[in-house]
């Protein structure tokens, strides 16, 4: 039997693309995850691993799918190798238990986790670049700016917050926040 295994690390992300190619491979049974793959604990990828039996193939689009890191990588694709379980890769092909299968396993393994260091610290960088400015601020941007506030503020004393938030856009609970502010 041949299992799907997609994940994307986010809520937000979208796993379509992963899901097609996986059909598309023609696999009978397809589990999905919404988790980073930085976690050990991924719910439906531990349903997956014990699913599988002696025979079976599990089938990713991409080798970071299911591992982040090198050790994790070989130690469950060495987990499945003992209990006669293939493992196919779509953007690499069936990971052979071989000398070379494994060899190359490892180095494509390596260059995963070496992708994902680099974002981690290109990030960093980043972050710590933007800390430096002045008016550096984490998080995200304000929706509104102190000039809209004012007004919406102003328009409040003479309007009800539904009239004000008609008017601006501005919700009543960021109006009673910014109240508070003040």
């Known amino acids: 039997m041949k299992y799907g295994y997609a994940r994307v690390s986010t809520l937000?992300?979208?796993?379509?693309?992963?899901?097609q190619a996986l059909e598309k491979e023609g696999c009978?049974?397809?589990?999905e995850d919404k988790f980073t793959g930085t976690k050990?604990?991924?719910p439906n990828f531990n349903k997956v691993l014990e699913e599988l039996k002696e025979g079976d193939t599990l089938v990713v689009t991409k080798l970071d799918r299911f591992a982040r890191t090198t050790a994790d990588g070989i130690n469950t694709i060495k987990s499945l190798f003992e209990h006669g379980v293939k493992v196919?890769?779509?953007?690499?092909?069936?990971?052979?238990?071989?000398s070379t299968g494994r060899l190359i396993l490892n180095v494509m393994l390596s260059f995963a986790e070496f992708e994902r260091d680099?974002?981690?610290?290109r990030t960093q960088e980043g972050k710590a670049i933007a800390k430096q400015k002045p008016d550096f601020r984490e998080g995200r941007p304000k929706k509104y700016g102190k000039k809209q506030i004012e007004h919406a503020l102003k328009l409040l004393e003479i309007q009800s917050y539904k009239q004000v938030e008609e008017r601006t856009g501005i919700s009543k609970s960021t109006l009673i926040r910014a109240k508070k502010r003040l």
Do not use: F, P, S
Not at 118 to 121: A, K, S
């Open 12 to 19: 937000h992300q979208d796993l379509e693309a992963q899901l």
């Open 28 to 31: 009978d049974k397809i589990y």
């Open 40 to 42: 050990t604990d991924r």
């Open 88 to 98: 196919h890769v779509l953007n690499m092909g069936l990971v052979e238990d071989t």
């Open 118 to 121: 680099m974002i981690v610290e």
